[in-house]
Protein backbone atom coordinates (compact mmCIF):
# COMPACT_ATOMS: atom_id res chain seq x y z
CA UNK A 1 0.00 0.00 0.00
CA UNK A 2 1.56 3.64 -0.68
CA UNK A 3 3.11 5.16 2.37
CA UNK A 4 0.31 7.02 4.11
CA UNK A 5 2.82 10.55 4.51
CA UNK A 6 2.66 10.29 0.80
CA UNK A 7 -0.82 10.22 0.66
CA UNK A 8 -1.16 12.74 3.21
CA UNK A 9 1.36 15.00 0.74
CA UNK A 10 -1.40 14.32 -2.04
CA UNK A 11 -4.43 14.88 -0.14
CA UNK A 12 -2.81 18.36 0.92
CA UNK A 13 -1.65 19.62 -2.33
CA UNK A 14 -5.52 18.69 -3.70
CA UNK A 15 -7.22 20.23 -0.68
CA UNK A 16 -5.22 23.11 0.07
CA UNK A 17 -5.68 23.49 3.84
CA UNK A 18 -4.17 20.94 6.88
CA UNK A 19 -7.86 20.95 8.47
CA UNK A 20 -9.79 19.78 5.38
CA UNK A 21 -6.75 16.99 5.04
CA UNK A 22 -6.87 15.93 8.18
CA UNK A 23 -10.82 15.26 7.65
CA UNK A 24 -10.44 13.67 4.69
CA UNK A 25 -7.99 11.15 5.95
CA UNK A 26 -9.44 10.60 9.77
CA UNK A 27 -6.55 12.12 10.67
CA UNK A 28 -5.60 14.70 13.21
CA UNK A 29 -4.36 18.24 11.92
CA UNK A 30 -0.68 17.99 13.91
CA UNK A 31 -0.56 14.42 12.24
CA UNK A 32 -0.91 15.92 8.78
CA UNK A 33 1.68 18.07 9.79
CA UNK A 34 4.25 15.22 11.19
CA UNK A 35 3.97 13.60 7.89
CA UNK A 36 5.04 16.47 6.24
CA UNK A 37 8.10 17.05 8.16
CA UNK A 38 8.44 13.28 7.98
CA UNK A 39 8.62 13.22 4.22
CA UNK A 40 11.54 16.32 4.65
CA UNK A 41 13.23 14.41 6.54
CA UNK A 42 13.06 11.48 5.22
CA UNK A 43 14.07 12.93 1.63
CA UNK A 44 16.51 15.81 2.72
CA UNK A 45 14.41 18.68 0.96
CA UNK A 46 11.55 21.04 1.54
CA UNK A 47 8.27 20.47 -0.27
CA UNK A 48 6.33 23.78 -0.08
CA UNK A 49 8.08 27.30 -0.72
CA UNK A 50 5.15 29.21 1.03
CA UNK A 51 3.32 26.99 4.15
CA UNK A 52 0.45 29.41 4.13
CA UNK A 53 -0.14 28.89 0.26
CA UNK A 54 1.58 26.11 0.16
CA UNK A 55 3.32 26.35 -3.04
CA UNK A 56 6.02 23.31 -3.84
CA UNK A 57 9.21 23.52 -4.57
CA UNK A 58 10.93 21.82 -7.26
CA UNK A 59 11.91 19.01 -4.67
CA UNK A 60 8.26 19.37 -3.46
CA UNK A 61 6.99 19.08 -7.11
CA UNK A 62 9.23 15.64 -8.11
CA UNK A 63 8.26 13.84 -4.85
CA UNK A 64 4.14 14.56 -5.13
CA UNK A 65 5.04 13.16 -8.79
CA UNK A 66 6.00 10.35 -7.56
CA UNK A 67 3.40 10.27 -5.08
CA UNK A 68 0.67 10.18 -7.47
CA UNK A 69 2.52 7.56 -9.72
CA UNK A 70 2.58 4.76 -6.59
CA UNK A 71 -1.24 5.91 -5.84
CA UNK A 72 -1.84 5.18 -9.51
CA UNK A 73 -0.27 1.80 -9.40
CA UNK A 74 -2.43 0.88 -6.45
CA UNK A 75 -5.55 1.72 -8.10
CA UNK A 76 -4.61 0.11 -11.23
CA UNK A 77 -3.93 -3.09 -9.15
CA UNK A 78 -7.22 -3.14 -7.06
CA UNK A 79 -8.93 -3.35 -11.06
CA UNK A 80 -8.25 -6.87 -11.37
CA UNK A 81 -8.41 -8.74 -14.37
CA UNK A 82 -11.68 -10.05 -15.16
CA UNK A 83 -13.41 -11.96 -17.99
CA UNK A 84 -15.51 -15.14 -18.71
CA UNK A 85 -13.39 -17.74 -16.86
CA UNK A 86 -12.40 -21.37 -16.77
CA UNK A 87 -11.12 -20.78 -13.49
CA UNK A 88 -10.61 -17.75 -10.81
CA UNK A 89 -6.65 -17.32 -10.46
CA UNK A 90 -5.09 -15.44 -7.83
CA UNK A 91 -1.41 -13.93 -8.46
CA UNK A 92 0.74 -12.67 -6.36
CA UNK A 93 3.75 -10.57 -8.61
CA UNK A 94 6.80 -8.92 -6.89
CA UNK A 95 7.01 -5.00 -7.10
CA UNK A 96 9.60 -5.10 -9.65
CA UNK A 97 8.10 -7.87 -11.71
CA UNK A 98 4.68 -6.01 -11.94
CA UNK A 99 5.62 -3.93 -15.09
CA UNK A 100 7.81 -6.53 -17.17
CA UNK A 101 5.22 -9.55 -16.21
CA UNK A 102 1.79 -7.38 -16.88
CA UNK A 103 3.06 -6.10 -19.95
CA UNK A 104 3.24 -9.53 -21.33
CA UNK A 105 0.35 -11.63 -19.98
CA UNK A 106 -1.91 -8.38 -20.61
CA UNK A 107 -0.98 -7.91 -24.47
CA UNK A 108 -4.14 -7.79 -26.58
CA UNK A 109 -6.20 -8.84 -23.52
CA UNK A 110 -5.62 -12.11 -24.67
CA UNK A 111 -5.11 -13.98 -20.99
CA UNK A 112 -9.19 -12.36 -20.15
CA UNK A 113 -10.49 -14.06 -22.69
CA UNK A 114 -9.29 -17.23 -21.00
CA UNK A 115 -9.20 -16.93 -17.72
CA UNK A 116 -10.06 -14.84 -15.00
CA UNK A 117 -7.52 -13.49 -13.32
CA UNK A 118 -6.75 -11.37 -9.43
CA UNK A 119 -3.49 -9.83 -9.88
CA UNK A 120 -1.62 -9.06 -6.52
CA UNK A 121 1.20 -6.72 -5.49
CA UNK A 122 3.35 -7.53 -2.47
CA UNK A 123 6.97 -7.90 -1.25
CA UNK A 124 8.22 -11.40 -2.21
CA UNK A 125 8.06 -12.67 1.82
CA UNK A 126 4.64 -12.05 1.97
CA UNK A 127 4.29 -13.54 -0.96
CA UNK A 128 5.28 -16.79 0.05
CA UNK A 129 3.20 -16.65 3.22
CA UNK A 130 -0.12 -16.61 1.08
CA UNK A 131 1.39 -19.01 -1.78
CA UNK A 132 1.54 -21.77 1.64
CA UNK A 133 -1.71 -20.88 3.15
CA UNK A 134 -3.47 -21.10 0.45
CA UNK A 135 -4.49 -17.61 -0.13
CA UNK A 136 -2.54 -17.56 -3.82
CA UNK A 137 -2.21 -19.99 -6.34
CA UNK A 138 0.95 -18.41 -8.64
CA UNK A 139 3.88 -16.52 -7.60
CA UNK A 140 5.31 -14.51 -10.14
CA UNK A 141 8.62 -12.82 -9.38
CA UNK A 142 12.50 -12.28 -10.10
CA UNK A 143 14.22 -13.77 -6.74
CA UNK A 144 15.68 -16.82 -5.72
CA UNK A 145 13.49 -19.57 -4.04
CA UNK A 146 13.49 -22.71 -2.41
CA UNK A 147 12.96 -25.28 -4.95
CA UNK A 148 12.30 -27.81 -2.31
CA UNK A 149 8.96 -26.03 -1.44
CA UNK A 150 8.56 -24.59 -5.32
CA UNK A 151 7.70 -26.20 -8.41
CA UNK A 152 8.85 -23.17 -11.50
CA UNK A 153 8.06 -22.69 -14.71
CA UNK A 154 10.68 -20.11 -16.34
CA UNK A 155 8.58 -17.12 -17.89
CA UNK A 156 11.03 -14.95 -19.80
CA UNK A 157 14.47 -13.22 -19.41
CA UNK A 158 15.12 -9.56 -19.24
CA UNK A 159 17.93 -7.29 -19.46
CA UNK A 160 18.55 -5.07 -16.89
CA UNK A 161 19.94 -1.32 -17.61
CA UNK A 162 20.91 2.05 -16.53
CA UNK A 163 18.27 4.33 -16.29
CA UNK A 164 18.29 8.66 -15.95
CA UNK A 165 16.11 11.41 -16.43
CA UNK A 166 15.75 12.78 -19.95
CA UNK A 167 15.92 16.30 -18.72
CA UNK A 168 18.66 15.80 -15.71
CA UNK A 169 21.80 16.35 -15.82
CA UNK A 170 22.60 12.87 -17.98
CA UNK A 171 20.53 14.33 -20.55
CA UNK A 172 23.15 14.31 -22.92
CA UNK A 173 24.66 11.71 -22.15
CA UNK A 174 24.80 8.13 -23.55
CA UNK A 175 27.16 6.29 -22.44
CA UNK A 176 28.88 6.13 -18.89
CA UNK A 177 32.20 5.35 -17.97
CA UNK A 178 33.01 3.46 -14.90
CA UNK A 179 34.47 6.73 -13.59
CA UNK A 180 30.70 8.35 -13.53
CA UNK A 181 29.24 5.54 -12.34
CA UNK A 182 31.28 5.88 -9.09
CA UNK A 183 30.37 9.79 -8.66
CA UNK A 184 26.67 9.06 -9.14
CA UNK A 185 24.22 9.43 -7.65
CA UNK A 186 22.49 6.02 -7.62
CA UNK A 187 19.12 4.36 -6.91
CA UNK A 188 19.33 0.41 -6.25
CA UNK A 189 16.09 -2.03 -5.99
CA UNK A 190 15.82 -3.36 -2.37
CA UNK A 191 17.88 -5.75 -0.89
CA UNK A 192 15.58 -8.23 -1.10
CA UNK A 193 14.84 -8.58 -4.90
CA UNK A 194 16.14 -10.22 -7.52
CA UNK A 195 17.76 -7.30 -9.39
CA UNK A 196 19.75 -6.59 -6.36
CA UNK A 197 21.01 -9.59 -6.19
CA UNK A 198 21.84 -9.85 -10.03
CA UNK A 199 23.57 -6.00 -9.77
CA UNK A 200 25.45 -6.94 -6.96
CA UNK A 201 26.85 -9.92 -8.34
CA UNK A 202 27.36 -8.42 -11.81
CA UNK A 203 29.55 -5.35 -10.64
CA UNK A 204 31.74 -7.63 -8.17
CA UNK A 205 32.41 -10.09 -11.60
CA UNK A 206 32.72 -6.99 -13.84
CA UNK A 207 35.58 -5.32 -11.15
CA UNK A 208 33.24 -2.28 -10.72
CA UNK A 209 33.35 -0.45 -7.35
CA UNK A 210 31.14 2.29 -6.28
CA UNK A 211 33.14 4.76 -4.17
CA UNK A 212 31.53 7.94 -3.37
CA UNK A 213 28.11 7.78 -4.43
CA UNK A 214 25.14 8.72 -2.68
CA UNK A 215 23.11 4.80 -2.64
CA UNK A 216 19.23 5.08 -2.26
CA UNK A 217 17.30 1.82 -2.03
CA UNK A 218 13.80 1.43 -3.66
CA UNK A 219 11.35 -1.46 -2.96
CA UNK A 220 9.18 -0.71 -6.41
CA UNK A 221 9.95 0.07 -9.50
CA UNK A 222 7.99 3.17 -9.09
CA UNK A 223 9.87 4.67 -6.48
CA UNK A 224 13.20 3.70 -8.10
CA UNK A 225 11.83 6.02 -10.85
CA UNK A 226 10.54 8.59 -8.82
CA UNK A 227 14.09 8.82 -6.72
CA UNK A 228 15.65 8.93 -10.02
CA UNK A 229 14.27 12.71 -10.76
CA UNK A 230 14.42 13.60 -7.30
CA UNK A 231 18.10 12.83 -6.89
CA UNK A 232 19.19 13.50 -10.46
CA UNK A 233 21.10 10.10 -10.44
CA UNK A 234 21.05 6.65 -12.63
CA UNK A 235 19.10 4.05 -11.52
CA UNK A 236 18.78 0.08 -12.52
CA UNK A 237 15.22 -1.06 -14.04
CA UNK A 238 14.46 -3.65 -16.38
CA UNK A 239 14.45 -2.77 -19.94
CA UNK A 240 11.00 -3.26 -20.58
CA UNK A 241 10.43 -0.06 -17.71
CA UNK A 242 12.14 1.96 -19.53
CA UNK A 243 9.43 4.92 -20.77
CA UNK A 244 9.49 7.81 -21.94
CA UNK A 245 10.37 10.46 -18.95
CA UNK A 246 13.67 8.53 -18.63
CA UNK A 247 16.62 8.06 -21.00
CA UNK A 248 18.58 4.52 -21.14
CA UNK A 249 22.63 4.74 -20.30
CA UNK A 250 24.91 2.57 -21.86
CA UNK A 251 27.66 0.87 -19.58
CA UNK A 252 30.72 -1.05 -21.37
CA UNK A 253 30.74 -4.76 -20.67
CA UNK A 254 27.36 -4.29 -18.24
CA UNK A 255 24.25 -6.33 -19.82
CA UNK A 256 23.05 -8.43 -16.78
CA UNK A 257 19.64 -10.31 -18.02
CA UNK A 258 16.87 -12.09 -15.04
CA UNK A 259 14.83 -14.87 -14.97
CA UNK A 260 11.52 -14.09 -14.34
CA UNK A 261 9.85 -17.47 -12.45
CA UNK A 262 5.90 -18.71 -11.90
CA UNK A 263 5.93 -20.31 -8.65
CA UNK A 264 3.70 -23.06 -7.00
CA UNK A 265 3.69 -25.24 -4.44
CA UNK A 266 5.60 -28.41 -5.12
CA UNK A 267 2.80 -30.29 -2.65
CA UNK A 268 -0.28 -28.43 -3.93
CA UNK A 269 -3.67 -30.49 -5.00
CA UNK A 270 -4.41 -27.92 -8.27
CA UNK A 271 -3.17 -30.32 -11.53
CA UNK A 272 -5.27 -29.54 -13.31
CA UNK A 273 -5.32 -25.70 -12.38
CA UNK A 274 -1.69 -25.22 -13.01
CA UNK A 275 -1.84 -27.39 -16.10
CA UNK A 276 -4.64 -24.78 -17.68
CA UNK A 277 -3.35 -21.51 -16.51
CA UNK A 278 0.54 -23.02 -17.80
CA UNK A 279 -1.02 -23.48 -21.22
CA UNK A 280 -2.82 -20.38 -21.46
CA UNK A 281 0.26 -18.48 -20.89
CA UNK A 282 2.14 -20.25 -23.31
CA UNK A 283 -0.59 -19.50 -25.99
CA UNK A 284 -0.21 -16.01 -25.63
CA UNK A 285 3.26 -15.74 -25.61
CA UNK A 286 4.24 -15.13 -22.39
CA UNK A 287 6.57 -18.12 -21.90
CA UNK A 288 9.66 -17.79 -24.04
Sequence with gaps: MIDAKLLTLITLVEEKKYIKTADKL???????????????KEYDIVIFSNKKTLELTKSGAMLLEYAKSIK????????????????TINVGITPFAFKPVFKRINKDNKLQAKLEVNL???????????LSSGN?????????????????????????????????KYKDTTRLTRELLQQANIVMPSDDTGMYQVIKETLKYKNIKLKNNILVKANSLESVLGLTKLYDGVSYIYESSLDEDYKRLDLTNFNPSQNFYLLYNRFSDQSEKTINFIKVLKEIGTLE
Excluded at 27 to 40: F, G, N, R
Excluded at 72 to 87: G, P, R, S
Excluded at 120 to 130: H, P, Q
Excluded at 137 to 148: K, R
Design 72 to 87: EQEELLVNTIKNQALD
Design 136 to 168: LDFIVCDNSFDSSKYESVILFSERIILAANQTG
Design 26 to 40: FISQPAVTQHIKALE
Design 120 to 130: YVDSYDILKNK
